[in-house]
Antibody, heavy 124, light 107 residues
Framework: QITLKESGPTLVKPTQTLTLTCTFSGFSLSVSGLGVGWIRQPPGKALEWLALIYWDDDKRYSPSLKNRLSITKEKSNDQVVLTMTNMDPVDTATYYC????????????????WGQGTLVTVSS | SSELTQDPAVSVALGQTVRITCQGDRLRRYYASWYQQKPGQAPILVILGKDRRPSGIADRFSGSSSGDTASLTITGAQAEDEADYYCNSRDSSGDHVFGGGTKLTVL
């Protein structure tokens, strides 16, 4: 059974750094073709992709946020950590992590399992 | 364009067929995946690739792709299909993007 769960603070102050942890089970991030990504959703708005880390430690970031984001794998290989610096009230959102599957030969990739999400509010 | 464009809202009569589209240059090279999201819930994958359904997804959901447009079709829409639907794809540099979402209303 594959599960992912996000954890971290529910409230951060403007200018602070947000650190979120995605703890997953049922798969290994050392398996070729797998990745874990972060996606957020402000209240009432659309999904926004933030970052991805792959089995080979390749990392991708949203171009609009790349200067503020960092994604890492823990050595245990069952956690992925996202940090976002200089938080602002506009960053208030539900943050999701999700497993990414890549089938390069078929130009195919998708998020097949999602965490429940964690609401992060940015306010002083 | 580096974006994926979706109609903001679509409606369908109960039992009828509805198509939700997603347009973007990256779709000429990479397949979209489609996600259903109901209020207060995490998204779930409903279509991957050109027309593949994950296990557990009803066969009334299907996908297609032509040129720069991917489509999600629901044949015989049910009340429980009322939700927001998002497309997602990558580009050649590995960046990903979601469409703006389509709110489906089943009348």
């Amino acid at each position: 059974q594959i599960t992912l769960k996000e954890s971290g603070p529910t409230l951060v102050k403007p200018t602070q750094t947000l650190t979120l942890t995605c703890t997953f089970s049922g798969f290994s991030l050392s398996v070729s073709g797998l990745g874990v990504g972060w996606i957020r959703q402000p209240p009432g708005k659309a999904l926004e992709w933030l970052a991805l880390i792959y089995w080979d430690d390749d990392k991708r970031y949203s171009p609009s946020l790349k200067n503020r984001l960092s994604i890492t794998k823990e050595k245990s290989n069952d956690q992925v950590v996202l940090t976002m610096t200089n938080m602002d009230p506009v960053d208030t959102a539900t943050y999701y992590c999700a497993r990414r599957v890549v089938v390069a030969a078929e130009s195919l990739s998708y998020f097949d399992y999602w965490g429940q999400g964690t609401l992060v509010t940015v306010s002083s | 364009s580096s974006e994926l464009t979706q109609d903001p809202a679509v409606s369908v009569a109960l039992g009828q067929t509805v198509r939700i589209t997603c347009q973007g240059d990256r779709l000429r090279r990479y397949y979209a995946s489609w996600y259903q999201q109901k209020p207060g819930q995490a998204p779930i994958l409903v279509i991957l690739g050109k027309d593949r359904r994950p296990s557990g997804i009803a066969d009334r959901f299907s996908g297609s792709s032509s040129g720069d447009t991917a489509s999600l079709t629901i044949t015989g829409a049910q009340a429980e299909d009322e939700a927001d639907y998002y497309c997602n794809s990558r580009d050649s540099s590995g960046d990903h993007v979601f469409g703006g979402g389509t709110k489906l209303t089943v009348l």
